[in-house]
């Protein structure tokens, strides 16, 4: 499975669970593959926040590794540098 077919699947459980008329023996099967889904969901994408990362070209020609921010507004100016080589 992907992260992308696990989070579509995620939005189907909760709309299911968010219908009438859910046994609640359905509810217990929907609730324990959505934490499955949700923790793999989740690792897959804890490991792509560890690989993502801004190269940058520094005004003395020095080249810094900055984390990618989860906030678009945030420009490169604004992160700090977290490494050099």
């Known amino acids: 499975m992907s992260f992308e077919e696990d989070v579509e699947r995620l939005e189907a459980i909760a ?12 509810a217990l099967k929907l609730f324990e593959e959505g934490v499955k889904r949700l923790r793999r969901a989740s690792a897959e994408l804890g490991r792509a926040e560890t690989q993502v990362a801004l190269l940058v070209e520094e ?8 984390p990618l921010r989860a906030d678009a507004s945030t420009t490169v100016a604004d992160s700090g540098v977290v490494g050099r080589s």
């Open 15 to 26: 709309a299911e669970l968010e219908g009438d008329g859910v046994t609640l023996d359905r």
């Open 59 to 66: 005004v003395d020609g020095v080249f810094a590794l900055r």
